[in-house]
């Protein structure tokens, strides 16, 4: 196994204050390898969400790290955790979250602007499907066509970790796997990092990791040895 790219440790989250007051996290750590599939699974409740959202520094944590490539995430603030998000990090949501009044092209744009170092738009455009579709605005668009669009969005900046919630929970079974060949596809020819939380149990065949929580805790955290490919999924 190579050496760990993303480590939490002794994470703990909460929301609300005395009788809304809600433990979340409750001292989660995991290890996630450079270029690696990792799927988080878990009931809803779990803390799947939060844990993806305190990796992203989109939520702040009570206590613990987060370090990726060997800089801490934890405690970043203003400017460094902007700067933390646009230099490292690529989201994919179940919401698509497009800016309706921008073409597909434009959308991607956005992104690219902000990075130094951005994938070639023509190149990306191509690998998603998306050519013919460019022009067009999101409203114009199918849902699987959008999540595309909000993947290469995600994906010009090069992020070095791309966090994925429930990539494909909007989406019926047919589109769902087209976005996984895709996603599969993506980590294999920029062996981008990617966490994908989800509901859906048949992901985990075609990832590398697994990680389970449950009430919070990490319940189960191991690899998979016999990984099939993403095409091949079934009761998706």
Same mark, same amino acid.
């Given at each position: ?54 990796? @992203?520094? *989109? !939520?702040?944590?009570? +206590?613990?790290?987060?370090? #990726? ?8 603030? /203003? ?89 494909? @929970?909007? *989406? !019926?079974?047919?589109? +769902?796997?087209?976005?996984? #060949? ?8 920029? /062996? ?45």
């Amino acid at each position: 196994m190579s050496e760990s790219y993303l480590e939490v440790r002794d994470l703990h989250k909460s929301y609300g204050e005395g009788g809304s007051y809600a433990q979340v996290l409750k001292g989660v750590n995991m290890d996630v390898s450079k270029g690696e599939l990792c799927v988080i699974q878990g009931t809803s409740g779990s803390g799947k969400s939060t844990l993806l959202n305190c990796i @992203g520094g *989109l !939520d702040d944590i009570d +206590s613990g790290t987060v370090t #990726v490539a060997g800089k801490h995430v934890d405690g970043l603030k /203003g400017e460094k955790l902007s700067d933390y998000r646009r230099d490292n990090l690529g989201f994919i949501f179940q919401f698509y979250n497009l800016v309706p009044n921008l073409t597909v092209r434009e959308n991607i744009q956005v992104c690219e602007y902000l990075t130094k170092d951005p994938l070639d738009i023509d190149e990306l455009i191509e690998v998603l499907g998306l050519t013919e579709h460019q022009h067009k605005f999101p409203s114009q668009l199918s849902g699987g066509q959008q999540q595309r669009c909000a993947i290469a969005r995600a994906l010009v900046k090069n992020p070095k970790v791309l966090l994925c919630d429930e990539p494909t @929970g909007a *989406l !019926d079974s047919k589109t +769902s796997r087209d976005i996984l #060949v895709l996603l599969e596809k993506i980590n294999r020819q920029y /062996g981008t990092t990617m966490l994908i939380v989800t509901h859906n149990n048949s992901i985990k065949n075609m990832v590398d990791h697994i990680i389970y929580l449950k009430d919070g805790e990490v319940h189960k955290d191991y690899r998979n040895e016999q990984k099939i490919p993403a095409s091949e999924l079934e009761d998706l």
